[in-house]
């Protein structure tokens, strides 16, 4: 049997029964990877640096938080290269099992820890090991996900299939967001005490749904296929690295503008509006929830355009924009008018990050070969989160302490950013419609 015969008999219905199950499985582990981001990445912004750094100047306990919030991106592409190795040797099920329960209990946990008050220099060293295994977890979740949603999908609609796992990330920011909004109405001194820990002890409960729907998934047709043609790799990321190095730097710099664009608005926003602004934690929050509810809409929109139009093309205009909104961006969110704060970031993120983020699944799974897919996926999404969501919080607060407030090199960093992410647009090949490797 040829991979392209496989690849059309897979699923000869857009959303039979099977399609269903893979995407349900799919979505609910990207709603914990995001609900985790979003609510570390908020938690980082408002509290962290009193709670876990109370001893330093303000501004460099923003930095400090920021840069735990930067341990769990830059142990993603371990995760990436370990969960990956062992899911494109045995399969991509039985690593999303085990994925889904690190991210969770990870989450979970930090939930649980004491503060600096309680147990001193403990208290950040707990939290940067908690924030490290979390972000293992997360690290061989997205790969395994959209691989295993996109090789059961139809060739002609697997942007729009990858663009719906993606839409856990708006799931995840609706629900992360609106538990802080909410848990954000407690009066300050219960919110800093014990309320902010209330969304991360929530996780546990999307994590054994997700376990149990996980449970009846099937493995990928295209993959157990492959399997019986030919060999295994050794090693997945090494043969990558030999033979497929061009693709993988380009996944790499594909990655890198959408992400640095998104956490500029959600992290470091969240940090900018509250702290430099004084914006009370609701004008940000509130942001944050109509971009979610925009971008239900926008990212299967985007996904399923670049079917039609090819990937390229949407990578290209979200570059554009990034490029023209950067400084505008700013000076928006300098008006202090929440309403234009919040219809600031609802646009913008969806046209910043959206328009990328939708059609990414599919073309980061396109790449690669089947044998080498869930590796490369995941390391070329997690290498470019690390590099422009792990690195942009901390740079973009370290800029902003430089200039004395003021957000020019933030947005330059971000025009910067983009160019790279237009380059790797133009040298990636077009894949949408074309047979699986």
Not at 334 to 351: K, M
């Amino acid at each position: 049997m040829s991979t392209i015969t496989v690849e059309k008999n897979a699923s000869p219905a857009l959303f039979d029964k099977e399609m269903k199950r893979v995407l349900y499985a799919s979505v609910v582990g990207s709603i914990i990877e995001w609900y985790d981001f979003v609510i570390y990445g908020t938690a980082a912004a408002l509290v962290f640096n009193t709670l876990f750094f109370p001893s330093v100047d303000p501004a460099v306990g923003v930095i400090l938080s920021m840069g735990t919030y930067a341990v769990g991106y830059f142990s993603r592409p371990l995760g990436g290269v370990l969960f990956g190795h062992f899911g494109d040797r045995f399969g991509r099920k039985s690593m999303l099992t085990l994925t889904l329960m690190i991210m969770g209990i990870g989450t979970f946990l930090i939930g649980c820890l004491p503060t600096y008050a309680s147990v001193g220099i403990w208290a950040p060293l707990m939290l940067i090991v908690l924030r490290f295994v979390q972000g293992l977890g997360i690290g061989g979740e997205w790969g395994g996900s959209v691989a295993l949603a996109v090789e059961h999908a139809p060739p002609s609609r697997r942007g729009l299939v990858g663009s719906l796992v993606q839409l856990g990330y708006p799931l995840g920011v609706l629900l992360s967001t609106g538990a802080f909004a909410l848990v954000s109405l407690l009066p300050q001194e219960s919110f800093i005490s014990w309320g902010w820990r209330i969304p991360f002890l929530l996780s546990i409960v999307l994590v054994f749904v997700g376990a149990l729907v996980r449970f009846y998934v099937n493995e990928s047709p295209l993959f157990e296929a492959t399997q019986k043609k030919e060999k295994p790799p050794s090693v997945p990321f090494i043969e990558i690295l030999q033979h497929h190095r061009s693709t993988f730097f380009t996944a790499v710099g594909l990655k890198l503008s959408e992400i640095a664009w998104v956490v500029s608005i959600t992290v470091f926003g969240a940090s900018y509006v509250t702290t430099q602004l004084g914006l009370p934690k609701s004008v940000i929050l509130h942001g944050l929830i109509w971009a979610a509810v925009l971008e239900l809409v926008t990212i299967p929109l985007f996904g399923l355009l670049s079917d039609r139009f090819g990937r390229r093309p949407l990578f290209f205009f979200g570059c554009i924009f990034a490029i023209g909104a950067a400084f505008p961006l700013f000076m928006l969110l300098d008006t202090r008018d929440p309403t234009l704060i919040a219809l600031t970031v609802a646009i913008a993120v969806s046209l910043g990050q959206g328009i990328m983020f939708g059609p990414e699944a599919a073309w980061m799974c396109e790449l690669f070969p089947t044998h080498l897919r869930y590796s490369g996926a995941s390391m070329g999404m997690q290498i470019g989160g690390a590099l422009g969501g792990g690195l942009v919080p901390v740079a973009a607060a370290s800029l902003l302490v430089w200039a004395d407030g003021d957000t020019w090199g933030v947005s330059t960093m971000l025009i910067f950013i983009a160019l790279l992410t237009l380059w790797a647009t133009s040298q990636a090949k077009e894949t949408a419609g074309q047979p699986l490797l």
